[in-house]
């Protein structure tokens, strides 16, 4: 059996929309995902991983809001300019809920 699932809260740190003529929406975005861990000496180690979603939604979303994202995992094969190839994992999101905005929006969507 093959499992393929993803569940991840992370913010936002880039968001790229395109709107085709039929009107649907594609949305990717970069997720900031904080990681936490004690290193081998002890010392506590911060770090953050990146992530790319790719999701169909016209929803209004904002960098710096804290989401979580269900999806699950794809790989994207492309050619460079130079005529390379490359692939890019990437997480397909059926589900991009907001758990909370920056502190300096909540004004804005109160409104």
């Known amino acids: 059996m093959n499992v393929n699932n993803v569940m991840l809260t992370g913010r936002i740190g880039n968001i790229d929309k395109k709107v085709f003529d039929s009107g649907k929406t594609v949305q990717r975005i970069s997720l900031a995902y904080h990681n936490a861990y004690k290193s081998k000496s002890g010392d506590w180690v911060n770090e953050t ?23 699950s995992l794809d790989v994207n094969k492309y050619k460079t300019k130079e005529g390379k190839d490359r692939s890019e994992v990437v997480i397909l999101a059926f589900r991009v809920q907001v758990v909370s905005v920056p502190a300096d929006k909540e004004a804005e969507i109160d409104k």
Do not use: A
């Open 49 to 71: 991983l990146w992530f790319p979603v790719v999701f169909w939604s016209d929803k209004e979303l904002q960098i710096g809001t804290k989401v979580l994202v269900e999806g």
